[in-house]
């Protein structure tokens, strides 16, 4: 089990940058990896990116010039710092936790969401 505690959304301009923080606590905290989705209106969730608790990570190829994932293995924490954000980057980011075997990753456990809005 882990509970996912995401904070850091908000409201920013074009060109802007933000970090979002997620706290993982539970049994599975430290074993799986950590990740970040996204959800515009209208569209499907995506993954944004995925860090293994080794420290390797995977990205949405059109976000991985912007955007840079990290994890803090003592606090149980991961980050996502965005940077130069455009209006398409303007969706609610949820947080995820899941088993990474090879090269399938798997989200299982999910944080409530924090809204990104990116806005002039």
């Known amino acids: 089990q882990v509970h996912l505690v995401e904070s850091g959304g908000g409201l920013v301009q074009p060109g802007d940058s933000l970090t979002l923080s997620c706290a993982a606590s539970?049994?599975?905290?430290?074993?799986?990896?950590l990740a970040w989705h996204r959800q515009a209106p209208g569209k499907q969730r995506e993954l944004v990116a995925v860090i293994s608790r080794t420290g390797r990570t995977n990205y949405t190829d059109s976000l991985k010039d912007r955007f840079t994932i990290s994890r803090d293995y003592v606090k149980n924490t991961v980050s996502l710092q965005m940077n130069n954000l455009k209006s398409e980057d303007t969706a609610v980011y949820y947080c995820a936790s899941g088993p990474w075997l090879r090269s399938d990753y798997v989200p299982a456990y999910w944080g409530q969401g924090t809204q990104v809005t990116v806005s002039s």
């Open positions: 539970g049994a599975g905290a430290g074993i799986y990896a």
